[in-house]
């Protein structure tokens, strides 16, 4: 879970993000569920880190089901969105690949 960091059912090998990854995780997903609530007035939002070599990759994730609007009789919104960021040790920057 991107709320509790723990695996439901539980895991014991999975993969969970370095500490200060996890502090942006749950920046993240704070972050993201204020943006979801405010653009997509409800659904579910979770937001997934994890540790690569040289760097991080996430996910972003929006879930926002539809019924008996004017425009739409009923659908659902999904939108998934992964990022890939590297660090750049020498300038103390980044780059990053959506």
Request: glycine share 8%; aromatic share 14%; with cysteine.
């Amino acid at each position: 879970s991107p709320w509790s960091n723990k695996y439901d059912p539980p895991l014991d090998d999975g993969l969970v993000p370095s500490a200060k990854l996890r502090a942006l995780e749950i920046e993240a997903n704070q972050l993201f569920d204020a943006y979801r609530e405010l653009y997509f007035e409800g659904g579910t939002s979770s937001v997934y880190l994890w540790d690569l070599d040289s760097g991080f990759a996430g996910c972003f994730l929006i879930k926002k089901s539809v019924a008996g609007h004017k425009f739409v009789a009923a659908g659902a919104w999904d939108s998934i969105h992964v990022v890939e960021v590297k660090d750049r040790a020498a300038d103390g920057k980044a780059s990053y690949k959506l």
